[in-house]
């Protein structure tokens, strides 16, 4: 099955973006690790693309001289793009079209002036190399739950986001989040007590503590994968990295439950476990 080969993550001082993109943090995770594979498909999750109308994936994949015989994808949906492209990454891998793919979730995250969201945000990017030999963690399965919910957007021409307060929790974050969560546990039949980490997207400072108390998870399960008071909601970068931070110091055999989530509204579960 298709699995984690690599992964890398790259979060600025303070978790803010001075002259940073997405492009150019991704760039900078990728420069930290040695013996690239041979990159066959580039997906690229974030809301902060540098150019509308350009691919930031074909950046990245001639950047490295992967291309130019390489498939590349520029993914949106909110906070969830880059579990969205490990998704696709998956099948591609699982289906034997890719032998190495990479996927990216990498955001410099925008607010308004004095919105309350400028508070919360931040800056960051996760790389991850997808794979079926040298895997350091098996993704066993994966399911989504999405619905049309307007809890955040911003047209195309508005520099920064909007958002309807009374739909970021309950209608937003925790249906959809439980949702997934719930729906991959039918799939693959897991029992709470049998998780070693559970991973949780982290818009502020408090959701994800909230979501683990309402599954009647122990808290202690998801502090290794605390980032927001390093950088804030980097958007698609935040479940990502904090992914990583929890591979960092998982132990062979480990089983981890991530659950993503993007605004409009939708939440990517995942299943994986630590060779």
């Not at 974050?173 to 070693?196: S, V």
């Not at 110091?249 to 630590?274: H, N, P, R, T």
Request: proline share 3%.
């Amino acid at each position: 099955m298709a699995g984690i080969t690599a992964y890398s993550v790259y979060i600025p001082v303070n978790g803010r973006s001075a002259d940073e993109d997405s492009f150019t943090m991704v760039v900078a995770a990728i420069d930290k690790l040695n013996d690239l594979p041979d990159v066959e498909a580039v997906y690229f999750g974030s809301e902060s693309h540098p150019y509308k109308i350009k691919s930031t994936a074909a950046m990245v994949a001639d950047w490295f001289n992967w291309g130019p015989k390489v498939m590349a994808a520029d993914l949106e949906f909110a906070c969830k793009s880059g579990t969205t492209a490990l998704q696709m990454m998956m099948g591609m891998v699982d289906s034997d079209m890719v032998a190495n793919g990479l996927i990216v979730g990498a955001d410099v995250a925008q607010a308004r002036a004095g919105d309350a969201l400028a508070k919360t945000v931040g800056s960051g990017a996760a790389a991850f190399f997808i794979g079926k030999e040298n895997v350091i963690a098996d993704l066993v399965a994966t399911v989504s739950f999405c619905t049309d919910t307007a809890d955040f957007w911003r047209h195309q021409d508005e520099e920064a986001p909007r958002h309807a307060g009374r739909f970021t929790g309950e209608p937003g974050y925790f249906r959809h989040t439980i949702g997934a969560f719930e729906e991959l546990q039918k799939k693959t039949g897991f029992k709470t007590e049998e998780i070693d980490y559970f991973v949780f997207h982290q818009p502020n400072a408090t959701f994800s503590g909230r979501v683990a108390h309402k599954l009647g998870i122990d808290l202690a399960k998801i502090e290794a994968a605390s980032v927001f008071d390093k950088m804030g909601n980097a958007y698609s970068a935040t479940v990502l990295v904090a992914l990583a931070q929890v591979l960092d110091v998982a132990q062979a055999g480990a089983k981890i439950v991530m659950v993503s989530y993007g605004s409009g509204a939708g939440a990517d579960a995942f299943l994986i476990e630590c060779k």
